[in-house]
């Protein structure tokens, strides 16, 4: 038996040690987690192909709806785009899931969340997760999509870095391990892609070729443009209402085009606040939306507070 373990330290200091070990493999953890991430990792043999096929396609059905143009058909992808990106992406996805900025009742947090599934952005956990990571790390190594990477990096070169399973189990474990225990999530991270899948059939068993193309590449498509351009342009242009030690901007076009989030350096400054417009003319659609959800009872446990103008962030 080595010495070391006959003459080891019982009671307290032990339980110390005990501790000290767990926070160093939580923080082995997130460092594994953060080098999967990096950019230097990007490389013909770490290409995530199936994201990269999705990305072609989407972008091919994008090109080829105005071959197919209807009223009827660009009608349905703007209802769908508001309802799967400011009320599945910025409200269910981003403010009740990574945040939780407030809570719904459960048949709301369903149909939203199920709304985020179909903008096709990945799955809540998966999403919840890097933006969580973004937020840990902004603009500093191990940010999943910082400007200072690359514009076009930020964009959407880093969506094409290929994860292991145990590199995104491994995620989840450090970053969102509330989340990975509510079965609601669990039963979307098993069946994501069949909904998306469903709801293409189902567009297209309706209203043909301009029915897919439009409600599904093209409003996709755009939902994902203006979703990047939080992480790129925000984190670029625009003003600065707090000194946040990373570079957020408020960014007025990608504010209305992104349904709010583009007042960006004020959410980085305060995460969990669930208005993202801090000044009257900072208008924010989602939060309207939130607003409303909360005068009929369905959101509750709402984080209104709105700082006072110079107050210190919470960043
Ligand atoms: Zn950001
Ligand atoms: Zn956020």
């Known amino acids: 038996m080595p010495s070391n373990v006959l003459n080891a330290p019982v009671g307290p200091s032990t339980a110390r040690a005990g501790t000290s070990s767990r926070s160093d493999s939580a923080a082995n953890l997130r460092a594994a987690v953060i080098e999967s991430f990096r950019r230097h990792r990007l490389s013909l043999q770490n290409v995530d192909w199936v994201v990269l096929t999705w990305m072609v396609a989407m972008h091919a059905g994008f090109l080829a709806a105005p071959f197919f143009f209807t009223w009827q058909a660009v009608g349905v992808a703007l209802f769908l785009h508001w309802l799967t990106c400011s009320v599945g992406i910025c409200l269910g996805y981003h403010r009740c899931l990574s945040h939780g900025s407030f809570k719904l009742a459960a048949p709301v947090r369903f149909f939203c969340t199920l709304c985020?599934?179909?903008?096709?952005?990945?799955?809540?956990?998966?999403?919840?997760?890097?933006?969580?990571?973004?937020?840990?790390?902004?603009?500093?190594?191990?940010?999943?999509?910082?400007?200072?990477?690359?514009?076009?990096?930020?964009?959407?070169?880093?969506?094409?870095?290929?994860?292991?399973?145990?590199?995104?189990?491994?995620?989840?474990?450090?970053?969102?391990?509330?989340?990975?225990?509510?079965?609601?999530?669990?039963?979307?991270?098993?069946?994501?892609?069949?909904?998306?899948?469903?709801?293409?059939?189902?567009?297209?068993?309706?209203?043909?070729?301009?029915?897919?193309?439009?409600?599904?590449?093209?409003?996709?498509?755009?939902?994902?443009?203006?979703?990047?351009?939080?992480?790129?342009?925000?984190?670029?242009?625009?003003?600065?209402?707090?000194?946040?030690?990373?570079?957020?901007?408020?960014?007025?076009?990608?504010?209305?085009?992104?349904?709010?989030?583009?007042?960006?350096?004020?959410?980085?400054?305060?995460?969990?606040?669930?208005?993202?417009?801090?000044?009257?003319?900072?208008?924010?659609?989602?939060?309207?939306?939130?607003?409303?959800?909360?005068?009929?009872?369905l959101a509750t446990n709402v984080d209104d507070r709105i700082p006072a103008p110079g107050a210190r962030s919470h960043q």
């Open 116 to 297: 985020g599934v179909l903008a096709g952005q990945g799955s809540p956990l998966t999403w919840s997760a890097v933006h969580r990571l973004h937020h840990g790390r902004s603009d500093k190594v191990g940010d999943p999509h910082s400007p200072r990477d690359g514009v076009f990096w930020s964009h959407i070169l880093w969506l094409f870095n290929r994860h292991s399973s145990q590199q995104r189990d491994m995620l989840y474990r450090s970053y969102a391990p509330d989340l990975s225990k509510d079965p609601l999530l669990r039963f979307f991270e098993q069946t994501y892609m069949l909904w998306l899948i469903a709801f293409a059939g189902a567009m297209f068993a309706v209203g043909g070729w301009p029915l897919l193309l439009w409600a599904v590449c093209a409003r996709i498509v755009v939902a994902y443009h203006t979703t990047w351009l939080i992480n790129s342009a925000s984190h670029l242009w625009g003003y600065r209402s707090y000194a946040t030690t990373d570079d957020s901007r408020n960014l007025w076009w990608a504010g209305l085009l992104a349904y709010g989030e583009g007042w960006h350096n004020n959410h980085h400054a305060w995460p969990r606040l669930a208005c993202y417009g801090h000044r009257w003319w900072e208008f924010d659609i989602t939060w309207q939306a939130i607003k409303l959800l909360r005068a009929l009872g």
